[in-house]
């Protein structure tokens, strides 16, 4: 773990079970409100429990042991991760079933793979999209003697992995076929890569495309299990997935599996608005999820009127898909706190470890007071933290939860 990550000890002025925010933690701190958090587990646990299909929820969001604890006591079948090493991560942590969403290449790497399979408990499944992967897979892993779970993963044009053509999946399968040390358990595709004005009607057809390919592969009997997975969803469009899996009966036939992640933590940024847009699409869903991370920091300086200089920066917050957002002023001691709307306050740039804010009319700033900030795109606001507070809705601490990028 990178020396440079935020950390939070259980020293006086950092971050411990007891403490609160407003008094006792030393910031800037990443924040994650109890309530939201498991709302968020719950609802999304019962959304993919009512569409007929199971919850690998992808783990790379967080990194974070302890929500994947939380995720797979409310129901989920496993946990998605992205890499070998995120994939030892979790299994040291007592995560037992891995969708890695990825390709495994590279001997390291799957030397890695290769000595958690030793672990007869532990099931694991990774992507392949290429022949050559398909040869240095079934060869490493025959030199081990261990038989490896792959799925297909079938992509877009112009998106990221995956076969292009149905074509290329039905021979990937026949390659996979002829090595010993590989087994084809299922089909696999991320639909956030379908962009444009008509994205909707794009995903629909691309899970049609899925479902019907899994269809083909099953009736040819190039899968190695009896009900194979078939996979899609990230955290933006999993109800379209949802409906079309379950309207074309891939649960009857399949094994059907969504992988939204950073619902767990929701947003108010992108994924926000891609929640809008999910309950507009579904009458039936009369509340969504909750933005449930803040990152919390000092007002630093007051150098000119209407100017703000938060200590608070890129090594601290997501920057990439949005400016933190202010949310409320507390000051800095008070408890019980009582936060003030600055939301009309504006971030606009971050340094390293600084950020500018133009401070709306009305709003009376004094250094040392705390904001808490909306972010957007959580997985890259947990990334840069070692720890993150859990807190009650009076901003005690309820427990610190590491991190394991």
Known sequence: MSSAKNTATVEKGFAHAGANLVRDVSLPALVLHREALEHNIRWMQAFVSNSGAELAPHGKTSMTPALFQRQLDAGAWGITLASATQTRAAYAHGVRRVLMANQLVGTP?????????????????????????????????????????????????????????????????????????????????????????????????????????????????????????????????????????????????????????????????????????????????????????????????????????????????????????????YKAGVVPATGDDVSACKVTAVMDQHAFMTVAPGVELRVGDIISFGTSHPCLTFDKWRTGCLVDEQLNVIETMETCF
């Not at 084809?184 to 994205?199: M, N």
């Not at 009458?283 to 990152?295: I, K, M, W, Y």
Request: proline share 5%.
């Open 109 to 329: 790497n799957m030397a890695l793979i290769a000595d958690l399979l030793a672990d007869p408990a532990f099931d694991f499944h990774c992507m392949v999209d290429h022949p050559d992967n398909v040869t240095d897979l079934g060869a490493y892993f025959a030199s081990r003697g261990v038989r490896l779970n792959v799925m297909v993963e079938y992509g877009v044009v112009g998106g990221r992995c995956g076969c292009r053509t149905e074509e290329e999946v039905v021979a990937l399968a026949k390659a996979i076929a002829a090595q010993p040390a590989l087994a084809l358990t299922g089909i696999e595709g991320y639909e956030g890569v379908i962009h444009g004005d008509h994205a909707e009607s794009g995903i629909r057809a691309f899970a049609a495309s899925l479902v019907r390919l899994a269809v083909q592969l099953q009736d040819s009997g190039a899968f190695a299990i009896p009900k194979p997975i078939i996979t899609a969803s990230g955290s933006a469009w999993y109800d379209l997935i949802a409906e079309s899996f379950e309207a074309q009966n891939a649960g009857g036939r399949f094994l059907s599996v969504l992988r939204p992640g950073s619902y767990v933590a929701h947003d108010h940024g992108i994924y926000k608005e891609a929640q809008c847009c999910v309950l507009d699409r579904r009458s039936d869903l009369h509340e969504g999820l909750r933005p449930a991370l803040e990152v919390w920091a000092h007002v630093q300086s007051l150098p000119e009127p209407g100017f703000a200089v938060i200590a608070l920066g890129k090594r601290d917050v997501a920057y990439d898909a949005g400016l933190p957002v202010p949310l409320l002023r």
